[in-house]
């Protein structure tokens, strides 16, 4: 038996973050065919901490374990950034911007829109991976402010995105990673997040002659 050596590479920045709303009329439906024409990137991201929230099930059967089922219920993302795009947040957060006066209102029960978040890790060497998570929500948000001092310092927010099951299977992320054998041939990360990808077809569309 032969003995391989890996040498994997090495996690460098976390790049941008994208987002796309679900167009679904009632916000708390969710249809995987109806997201906005727009896809928006944001450069503003100091920190994405991932949680996957999940459970493990010992199945027992003739006095010992059978087998162990792992389910997991959602995915947590804390992302840390340096500013937010003020209406996209409001959005997120469900909040009341109707009056063309420019008054919002928040703080009441509310229904929180759909939408894919999309994110990019950067590693030592070159090497990526981009992910898409299509069905996620706002769960919080934090709104800190300080005085400012003598020299600048950095006043960052951190918004809380759940990103739930997309389809019937339970999956609730799609993505690539370059240092795979299959990683699609020609894919940048533009073309990857011109639109959400959900499914293998949607990433042969974004990899196309002429996509």
Same mark, same amino acid.
């Given at each position: 038996?032969?003995?391989?050596?890996?040498?994997?590479?090495?996690?460098?920045?976390?790049?941008?973050?994208?987002?796309?709303?679900?167009?679904?009329?009632?916000?708390?439906?969710?249809?995987?065919?109806?997201?906005?024409?727009?896809?928006? *990137? %944001?450069?503003? /991201?100091? @920190?994405?901490?991932?949680?996957?929230? +999940? #459970?493990? !099930?010992?199945?027992?059967?003739?006095?010992?374990?059978?087998?162990?089922?792992?389910?997991?219920?959602?995915?947590?993302?804390?992302?840390?950034?340096?500013?937010?795009?003020?209406?996209?947040?409001?959005?997120?957060?469900?909040?009341?911007?109707?009056?063309?006066?420019?008054?919002?209102?928040?703080?009441?029960?509310?229904?929180?829109?759909?939408?894919?978040?999309?994110?990019?890790?950067?590693?030592?060497?070159?090497?990526?991976?981009?992910?898409?998570?299509? *069905? %996620?929500?706002? /769960?919080? @948000?934090?709104?800190?402010?300080?005085? +400012? #001092?003598? !020299?600048?310092?950095?006043?960052?927010?951190?918004?809380?995105?759940?990103?739930?099951?997309?389809?019937?299977?339970?999956?609730?992320?799609?993505?690539?990673?370059?240092?795979?054998?299959?990683?699609?041939?020609?894919?940048?990360?533009?073309?990857?997040?011109?639109?959400?990808?959900?499914?293998?077809?949607?990433?042969?569309?974004?990899?196309?002659?002429?996509?």
């Amino acid at each position: 038996m032969a003995i391989t050596t890996k040498k994997p590479m090495i996690k460098e920045t976390v790049g941008g973050m994208y987002y796309c709303f679900n167009t679904k009329e009632e916000k708390t439906d969710y249809d995987a065919e109806n997201y906005e024409e727009d896809v928006t *990137k %944001c450069n503003n /991201v100091k @920190n994405i901490g991932t949680t996957e929230n +999940s #459970e493990a !099930t010992a199945v027992r059967a003739s006095g010992a374990d059978y087998e162990t089922i792992n389910q997991s219920s959602s995915i947590d993302m804390a992302v840390e950034t340096v500013a937010f795009d003020p209406e996209d947040l409001a959005k997120m957060r469900g909040d009341d911007t109707s009056d063309e006066g420019g008054l919002m209102l928040s703080g009441a029960p509310s229904r929180r829109p759909f939408f894919a978040f999309g994110k990019v890790v950067k590693k030592v060497g070159g090497g990526v991976q981009y992910a898409w998570y299509p *069905k %996620c929500q706002l /769960v919080e @948000n934090t709104d800190d402010i300080a005085t +400012s #001092e003598d !020299t600048f310092s950095e006043q960052n927010d951190t918004v809380t995105i759940r990103a739930y099951d997309f389809d019937g299977t339970g999956q609730k992320k799609a993505y690539v990673d370059s240092e795979t054998a299959n990683f699609p041939k020609g894919l940048t990360e533009e073309k990857f997040f011109a639109k959400p990808i959900l499914k293998k077809e949607d990433l042969a569309a974004a990899v196309a002659p002429g996509a």
